[in-house]
């Protein structure tokens, strides 16, 4: 990224992106994906993940058909899909936005070949390519998942992760594409919490952790001990189990797999999720409280503390 740009949260950083991306082109439709959240602004609630799935809508009541008519859904890790929407809305669309790595379907990881065709569709279309990187952000590579998979986005879009957990967010990209944003072009942004100090320092202190040798390697260890264990419990117990994880983040379905998109995980037993969910929650393990969500590793946790939670998943498994 040239430039950046601070705004409230992850949320406002999207709905700005959005607004950058029509601006530059002189178009409005958009491509996201199934499965795929970007914050709770009416145009990004299309198919939109764990925000509504979890409540078992299909959108959110309250959003008018005016806001979501030029949002188009694709299907995740299928370039084909993206092609189709293309050659429908030729010269219409403004940009494709997208979860590099999905946590709000569950935890589902790209084919490079996807992430790369993505990009080439965007350059022969004129369409902007934003990796939304709210999840990713340094919690799988410092320079998050573009650089984990070597494809560069024209925007990306970061939450509370850049200040240590504290509201804040940011969007940036190509110095060409962010000029035109005010005071120094005519498009619209401010924020109430925009770069507060607070966030910056806990942001930067941040950085100079996962900037200490071998954090990486470190954070990946223990995550890969976590889930290998978690899905060995599973299926040691007669449970049909799949997962895996990046560095710090993870996340597994009960189902055979592999899953690949929004569509894999629905096959996942939700009713034994739940039961799996409150079995470890009443052993003292919390972890993310919806099938349709990723888990993630923090520095913070111990070897100790990983081992208590794989010795409770066999616990929990074999009472399921």
């Not at 939304?132 to 925007?155: S, W």
């Not at 913070?300 to 929990?316: C, F, G, L, P, R």
Request: charged share 20%.
């Amino acid at each position: 990224m040239e430039m950046v740009r601070f705004c409230n949260s992850g949320t406002e950083a999207c709905l700005s992106v959005l607004r950058v991306m029509r601006a530059h082109t002189g178009r409005e439709k958009i491509i996201k994906f199934e499965g795929c959240y970007h914050g709770h602004a009416d145009p990004f609630l299309v198919q939109a993940g764990s925000g509504v799935m979890t409540l078992g809508l299909p959108d959110s009541p309250g959003v008018p058909k005016g806001a979501t008519g030029t949002t188009l859904c694709a299907s995740y890790n299928d370039i084909e899909s993206v092609k189709k929407i293309f050659a429908e809305n030729k010269d219409e669309i403004a940009g494709v936005i997208l979860e590099p790595v999905v946590g709000n379907s569950g935890f589902i990881v790209p084919d490079k070949s996807f992430l790369e065709g993505l990009r080439t569709e965007c350059d022969a279309n004129g369409a902007l390519l934003c990796f939304d990187e709210v999840m990713t952000g340094f919690r799988v590579d410092k320079g998050c998942a573009q650089a984990y998979f070597g494809v560069t986005p024209d925007l990306t879009t970061m939450g509370k992760v850049i200040g240590g957990g504290l509201p804040v967010g940011a969007y940036g990209g190509k110095r060409e594409i962010m000029e035109i944003v005010a005071p120094a072009g005519p498009m619209y942004q401010a924020g109430t919490l925009s770069g507060n100090p607070l966030a910056m320092t806990a942001g930067i202190e941040t950085l100079n952790i996962l900037s200490q040798p071998g954090a990486y390697e470190e954070m990946d260890r223990k995550t890969k001990t976590l889930i290998e264990g978690i899905l060995k419990a599973g299926k040691d117990n007669g449970h049909a189990v799949c997962g895996g994880n990046i560095r710090g983040m993870f996340g597994f379905f009960f189902c055979e797999g592999p899953v690949k998109s929004f569509q894999d995980a629905t096959k996942s037993d939700l009713d034994k999720f739940g039961r799996w969910h409150r079995g470890m929650l009443e052993r003292g393990v919390y972890l993310a409280p919806s099938q349709y969500e990723a888990g993630f590793t923090g520095m913070q946790h111990s070897d100790e503390d990983i081992a208590y939670t794989i010795k409770m998943a066999n616990e929990v498994m074999a009472t399921l």
